[in-house]
């Protein structure tokens, strides 16, 4: 008997020391760089404070060398060559650089504890080998040098974009490559998604005078840059300064992007809050013009939406310039092309404003979650865009589900045998089009399931919950899963295995209606699809009454709250996911049955509504 107590105990000692106990590395980063705007080059340095929070010893290290991408012959010049669907921004625009019109990245000095580092340059990525390892627990200094060139603007980075914005400087720095429980991050930069250390940044950018930037963090010193950043009353004399150096410091971030034009103008805006927005855009038509001065009022009512449903905005400033190749999200930044119609404006300053939750805030590994990223993003912004058409703050009429045409064009795009599981990293999708479907459309719907299986109100609390309690900690997918399952009460383990893991998707029948007996009508339905969901069904009756039946899923080990809608409503016994039909009785007559309607809130992912629904049998005329 002691020997076999002895042995519990020690299995659950091992059991306990065995489960992952939640960490991340931290990096603090003292940044200068001097800008030769003639040349489009720069020299900086970088003192990196790293932080192994992790169990393990490190005895190597990785730089991110965004920059090398933009060089022909790269991967990303190969990959947007020879995909099916390139990507029309890319092409083959990359194999017809200059030598002047690449990018690249040089490090010219690296020491970590005062030591100079053996390295060596893969493409996109600098391995280093760590002459003294990192211990778990320590804390080390890398004292680097480095130059660059900024490549003409050809993908979310680099010089004199399509609209005429001379900097968009984003991944324009060696950037450490994240590790986390699963490992080194140190994937090429292929053109798609980002995944980085959370950390401070200190930043000086000496640059040339009348340039005017926007950048990620708090400008440290308006006072000596004027142009629109100084307080107000003050006055600032740069007259006659070649060049002026812009000081930021961010904390709590990921990343540090900029932009700079010397035609830039700038609007500020500043929230009840405190919160302070930027505006930064190049003077155009009237129409631009209009629409960029309307934009401020807007976005403080969307932000004040946003944060209402989806969790409060952490930071004292937020910018949106001018720039890029589209729309991209950094922390407390958006680059976007800025000749567009208001709605246009307003919806991509919207979508990429959200990206400060889930991509900012957040910290999801977007490299390989990017449907948590862009889907959520997504799904969120549609609802805010609604909630705008609704406050008549922009053009257009709001609708009863914002997400309902993004399902259908999930489903329509399933139907053609081009998906592919949301597991697949964003590298490595073989279209394009499976990657933006899975990541914005798919990731947007797998939220609209989730409301639909455990009920608008526990979602609501659930989405909520989920930035608050994840903010800065790079949640994956089960810890969204495992907070729905807190606020509902139900598992869903089983639904992100069917959704995420696989292509399937839900196919509902409703397959017969027959009377039973004198008293008893019954109700026939089928999974058609092979993918199990519970399932709201309505039954209208002739005199105009309504009844809700809602049918658990068995696996969910309990069934969604009722959701206030005007028809009675009647919980039945769980479907087990490995039977294909389900029978119900209701004690009525079939004749006073008008209609049998699956899902009719119309959220469920169904592939094929048009078995959704069955009419009841007209009564027998007397003869």
């Given at each position: ?69 933009f060089q022909p012959g790269s991967m ?289 590994n977007e490299s390989l979650y990017p ?253």
């Amino acid at each position: 008997m002691k020997n076999i107590l002895l042995a519990f105990l020690f299995l659950t000692t091992i059991s306990v020391n065995a489960q992952r106990t939640y960490w991340q590395q931290a990096a603090a980063y003292d940044m200068t760089i001097d800008m030769d705007v003639e040349a489009n080059r720069f020299t900086g340095t970088q003192t990196l404070r790293y932080t192994n929070n992790s169990p393990d010893t490190l005895d190597r290290f990785f730089y991110h060398l965004f920059f090398n991408a933009f060089q022909p012959g790269s991967m990303m010049d190969e990959r947007s060559r020879t995909i099916k669907d390139p990507d029309r921004r890319v092409g083959d625009r990359i194999s017809k650089l200059k030598d002047d019109e690449i990018g690249y990245q040089r490090v010219t000095k690296l020491l970590m504890k005062g030591k100079s580092l053996p390295y060596q340059v893969e493409g996109t990525v600098l391995e280093v080998d760590l002459l003294d390892p990192i211990l778990p627990g320590e804390t080390v200094t890398f004292d680097m040098e480095f130059n660059a060139q900024v490549p003409l603007q050809i993908r979310r980075s680099g010089r004199d974009n399509a609209e005429g914005i001379h900097l968009s400087m984003t991944q324009w720095y060696p950037r450490p490559a994240e590790y986390d429980y699963m490992g080194w991050h140190a994937n090429p930069y292929i053109g798609r998604e980002f995944y980085g250390i959370f950390g401070t940044y200190d930043v000086k950018i000496n640059i040339d005078a009348g340039y005017v930037l926007g950048a990620t963090g708090n400008l440290q010193n308006p006072q000596e840059i004027g142009m629109g950043y100084e307080k107000e009353g003050t006055t600032v004399n740069t007259a006659g300064k070649e060049k002026l150096q812009w000081h930021f410091v961010a904390e709590n971030v990921h990343d540090f992007a900029w932009s700079a034009d010397p035609n830039y103008k700038h609007i500020h805006y500043t929230r009840k809050d405190g919160v302070t927005l930027h505006f930064l855009y190049q003077p155009g038509d009237q129409t631009t013009d209009e629409n960029w001065q309307k934009l401020p009022e807007i976005m403080d009512k969307a932000l004040d939406f946003m944060e209402t449903k989806y969790g409060q905005y952490p930071y004292k400033q937020y910018t949106i310039a001018q720039g890029g190749d589209g729309g991209m999200e950094y922390p407390m930044i958006t680059l976007i092309t800025g000749k567009r119609n208001l709605g246009s404006l307003v919806g991509v300053s919207v979508h990429e404003l959200f990206h400060s939750w889930y991509q900012g805030v957040l910290g999801i590994n977007e490299s390989l979650y990017p449907w948590m990223d862009e889907g959520f993003t997504s799904f969120a912004s549609a609802h805010t865009m609604n909630y705008l058409k609704a406050q008549k703050l922009i053009p257009g009429d709001p609708v009863n589900d914002p997400i309902a045409e993004t399902v259908n064009g999930m489903i329509n795009y399933n139907k053609s045998g081009n998906a592919e599981p949301l597991t697949t990293h964003a590298d490595h999708y073989s279209l394009n089009s499976a990657y933006s479907v899975a990541s914005y459309v798919k990731g947007s719907a797998f939220l609209q399931q989730l409301n639909y299986i455990v009920g608008k109100a526990a979602f609501d609390r659930a989405i909520l919950r989920f930035y608050n309690t994840w903010k800065f900690k790079h949640p994956t997918p089960n810890d969204l899963i495992r907070i729905m399952e807190k606020e509902s009460g139900l598992e869903l383990d089983w639904f992100k295995e069917y959704f995420v893991y696989t292509t399937k998707l839900p196919d509902y029948a409703v397959t017969d209606i027959r009377q039973k007996d004198k008293k008893l009508t019954t109700i026939q339905l089928e999974n058609k699809g092979g993918f199990p969901m519970p399932l709201d069904v309505l039954v209208t009756y002739k005199n105009g009454n309504t009844e809700l039946f809602h049918i658990p899923l068995q696996i969910m080990r309990g069934e969604k709250a009722d959701e206030g809608t005007n028809a009675n409503r009647t919980v039945l016994p769980d479907w087990g996911w490995v039977y294909k039909d389900y029978e119900f009785d209701i004690r009525v007559k079939a004749k006073k049955i008008q209609a049998v309607q699956i899902d009719p809130t119309g959220r469920m992912a169904d592939t094929d509504t048009g078995n959704n629904k069955m009419a009841g049998r007209k009564a027998k005329k007397k003869k």
